[in-house]
């Protein structure tokens, strides 16, 4: 009995250590050389941004440019080489951000001064909003002489306006951003002594309310004498964005790390569009439509649900997924994950923007709600099919975005690199999985998943013809009606999002470039015999949200250069 009893205790002390040991090595994993300075930098950057709020303020722009100066200065004190992997990683997507955000500062500084004459009398307002933060006696007799002559300059700067050149978009933009700031910061130093302070209370308020009420009308002023190039005019379609052009467009791309020029990615999308076209026709004959797949489309189209029964259908679909990926061993789904996401309907406002559903954490549908018309109704039904839905499903909830966004949470969540190409990337790369593991049961089935593999193609070729200059929104409504096979008001609604959305000019071209670079990664170490696909996928979710390009040199344990460039060219069709 003893015997059996000190085997009990050993047997109880190696699974203690064994424990203790996977714990030890799970909190190191959730780390790396370089994380303790994001994490400080993540705090004083909050700090600062919460004491200098004002926008475009030179103070706030000075501060900031010596706090990312500091930053960059600690970083290159590090022996760079002797880092890990991982750190390595980290070091240069901090560095990458860090000089980025200088970058911008420095565009700021340089647009500011060329608007500096249409806001010359910001520094007393920057000066007494300065004050305020520590609670400086303010003279209000003196300040209210200052308040009345600053609104008849103003009101003579507003007057000369109207017959003003007209200046370049973007230092319009700053000026009427500048302008808001201002008056924010007039704001709060009025909020803050009115009331309070007698004597503020009695000279202030009158002045105040005047130069509010002509820095709203200076304003819009200033944001309407920007040019308007002509890509930039309303040509019918109603969506005026802005496009930024080919040398920007570069840039960007290079910030993301993607070693392609957009001639390429166009030329990318359209081998895609040949591949999605074969399939199509195979589904179409299927079906029995020979080689006119868009009438195999209508029909799919026509399988919507009656309204309100929505939710269910889109439940069965994500249970059908959630099944499927499990059965094949596919990934690791926390039950946790699977207990907490929820739905939501989308108001007719929204769906005017996003069409179709959108997820996460929290499923938002897209269906007939109060306050649209008959054809409006039926194309979002139409555009929402179950066989469209089929695709979808898993791209928003497990394992495309929910998943995501649950396991950045609990892993490496201090590293806010974030980027479409891995957080659209990844959902769309599940897309091809289930592609190639047979999900789709039918033709019908494999033509809801074509459109929207076509529609992720579409995105590249519109978007960044768009921003070259070379399409008008209205072009590219057209292309998703007439390539793609897009009801109108969905495709209306998918170009408005996408130049009038706040999404970057890289975001739609994301999607299917982030799952090639997916894609390529998994048939090295996946089909190459590495690793198995579930642990794969595990160690991608581990890793957190980065660009792609760094998520491969972490899984292949892939020693960086300290000067890193962009070089994988991942795309091999």
Request: hydrophobic fraction near 40%; include cysteine; charged fraction near 25%.
């Amino acid at each position: 009995m003893r015997t059996n009893l000190c085997l009990l205790l050993l047997l109880c002390l190696l699974t203690s250590q064994s424990r203790s040991q996977d714990k030890s090595k799970d909190i190191y994993y959730q780390t790396s050389a370089i994380q303790p300075y994001i994490a400080q930098y993540d705090a004083d950057r909050g700090s600062l941004g919460r004491f200098y709020t004002i926008l475009n303020s030179p103070e706030r722009r000075n501060r900031f440019i010596s706090f990312y100066k500091s930053n960059l200065q600690q970083l290159a004190a590090l022996n760079f080489d002797q880092l890990k992997t991982d750190a390595q990683v980290d070091y240069i997507l901090f560095k990458r951000q860090l000089e980025n955000e200088l970058r911008l500062l420095d565009k700021e500084e340089k647009e500011y001064k060329q608007i500096y004459p249409y806001v010359s009398f910001a520094d007393n307002i920057y000066e007494w909003e300065k004050q305020r933060r520590r609670g400086t006696y303010l003279p209000s007799e003196q300040i209210a002489g200052r308040m009345n002559a600053m609104l008849k300059e103003l009101n003579t700067q507003s007057a000369a306006l109207t017959t003003a050149q007209e200046m370049e978009m973007p230092l319009a933009i700053r000026a009427e951003a500048t302008v808001r700031g201002l008056q924010n910061a007039l704001r709060s130093v009025y909020q803050f002594y009115n009331g309070y302070d007698p004597a503020f209370s009695k000279w202030i308020p009158a002045p105040y309310k005047s130069l509010d009420s002509a820095f709203t009308v200076y304003a819009l002023q200033l944001r309407n004498k920007g040019t308007k190039p002509a890509s930039q005019k309303d040509d019918g379609s109603g969506i005026i964005g802005n496009p930024i052009g080919r040398e920007e467009l570069i840039r960007q791309l290079q910030y993301e790390m993607i070693p392609y020029s957009p001639e390429e990615l166009v030329d990318i999308a359209n081998k895609e569009f040949a591949w999605c076209d074969a399939e199509m026709l195979k589904a179409s004959k299927e079906m029995g439509f020979g080689n006119d797949w868009k009438a195999a489309l209508e029909k799919v189209k026509n399988t919507y649900v009656p309204e309100g029964k929505q939710p269910e259908m889109i439940m069965g679909l994500y249970h059908q997924s959630v099944d499927f990926i499990k059965k094949n061993d596919m990934v690791t789904i926390p039950p946790l994950a699977e207990e907490t996401w929820r739905m939501i309907m989308m108001s007719a406002n929204q769906q005017l923007v996003s069409p179709f559903f959108l997820g996460g954490e929290v499923l938002q549908i897209a269906y007939p709600v109060t306050g649209m018309d008959s054809a409006t109704r039926m194309m979002s039904m139409r555009g929402n099919n179950p066989h469209f839905s089929r695709a979808t499903v898993h791209h928003e909830l497990i394992a495309g975005h929910h998943l995501q966004g649950f396991m950045n949470n609990r892993y490496k969540s201090y590293r806010n690199f974030n980027t479409p190409f891995w957080t659209e990337g990844w959902a769309l790369y599940w897309e091809f999985l289930l592609w190639d593991a047979k999900f789709p049961r039918s033709p019908e089935d494999r033509i809801g998943m074509l459109f929207w593999r076509m529609h992720r193609c579409a995105r590249i070729i519109f978007s960044l013809n768009y921003h070259l200059g070379k399409w008008t929104p209205q072009q590219c409504i057209n292309f998703l009606v007439d390539r793609v096979g897009h009801e109108r008001a969905n495709a209306e609604g998918e170009v408005r999002r996408s130049f009038t959305g706040n999404y970057g000019p890289l975001y739609q071209l994301a999607y299917m470039t982030g799952a090639f670079q997916f894609y390529a990664l998994k048939k090295e170490l996946v089909d190459g015999g590495k690793m198995s696909l579930k642990t794969f996928n595990d160690a991608i979710l581990r890793e957190s949200s980065m660009p792609v390009e760094m998520v491969r040199a972490t899984l292949l344990k892939k020693p960086l250069k300290r000067d890193f460039v962009t070089s994988w060219r991942f795309y091999d069709k």
